[in-house]
């Protein structure tokens, strides 16, 4: 069960993969980055379940948030071009 | 055991796999020339070691790198970003025969290096003689400090780790002060 469960999340990890190599947009790839960092949330736990350590779950949680943090960072790039400014106040200016 | 047996192979598996996903990734990142697809990739590559690191059972050490590759180095990358360009200028020469040789030859001897090195898990391994059994059986009793690695970190090498908490302290000063000072020029 757990190696069927592993192989498969292999094999999306390398369609997120060719998708970030390959992706037209930068969009693509920001969603590429975002998918890969889950599906390395599940392997990890995934692998944890399989070796008989289910103590690899913590683990997963905090990649979790990362992976979070991260993508809202890059969008928030995106949008704004820089980090240094206050979200809020600069999104009224904007509109 | 047949379990167990089923895990080691599936475990090996994931090893190659994810060693070249690692290879893919270098060798995308040396062919892109738009600097944000490169960040995006250079965070998937963080992913992929920390996975790595996870499968040799170096926990804390993947909790490092997905914490500081994954999140921090993108993040500081995009605002390196920010401030300058993200397109590469294209390279000079075609292909550079002399730095190609020298990479290659540092490459061979960094891989003959490791071939002294004790087998992965050795117990019979020179870091497994020294002062862990020491550790392991008065650490408790010494330190107060009921985890082992707690007790090494924060009692054993307690100023080493003071060092290392200034030098991270410091470093982190210094990321925000030029982050804040980029906003304010901004405003004006």
Not at chain 1, 83 to 88: A, I, K, M, V
Not at chain 2, 50 to 61: I, K, N, P, R, W
Not at chain 2, 73 to 90: I, N, Q, R, Y
Request: charged content about 15%; overall charge negative; aromatic content about 8%.
């Amino acid at each position: 069960m757990f190696v069927a469960a592993t192989l498969a999340i292999l094999i999306t990890m390398a369609l997120a993969l060719t998708r970030a190599l390959l992706g037209p947009t930068i969009y693509d790839r920001v969603l590429a980055v975002n998918a890969f960092g889950t599906k390395t949330v599940l392997l990890i736990a995934v692998l944890g379940f399989l070796t008989g350590r289910p103590d690899f779950l913590d683990i997963s949680l905090v990649y979790a948030l990362i992976n979070f943090i991260g993508t809202i960072a890059v969008l928030k790039f995106l949008k704004f071009g820089d980090l240094g400014t206050p979200g809020s106040e600069n999104s009224e200016a904007d509109d | 055991m047949a379990r167990q047996e089923g895990g080691r192979v599936i475990e090996i598996l994931v090893d190659i796999v994810l060693l070249s996903f690692l290879a893919v990734m270098a060798v995308g990142i040396l062919r892109l020339r738009n600097l944000f697809a490169v960040v995006m990739l250079s965070g998937i590559y963080s992913l992929i070691s920390a996975g790595l690191f996870v499968t040799m059972d170096a926990v804390d050490v993947a909790f490092t790198e997905a914490a500081v590759g994954g999140g921090i180095s993108t993040v500081l990358m995009l605002a390196t970003l920010a401030l300058t360009t993200d397109k590469e200028k294209e390279p000079l020469a075609n292909l550079q025969i002399w730095p190609l040789l020298a990479v290659f030859i540092t490459g061979a001897a960094l891989i003959y290096g490791t071939l002294d090195m004790p087998s992965f898990g050795d117990p019979q391994a020179p870091i497994h003689l020294h002062v862990a059994d020491r550790y392991v059986a008065e650490g408790p009793g010494a330190t107060g400090v009921p985890n082992i690695v707690t007790a090494v970190l924060a009692s054993y090498r307690s100023y080493d780790t003071m060092g290392e908490l200034t030098v991270i302290f410091t470093a982190g000063i210094g990321v925000m002060l030029l982050l804040g000072a980029g906003s304010r020029r901004r405003k004006d």
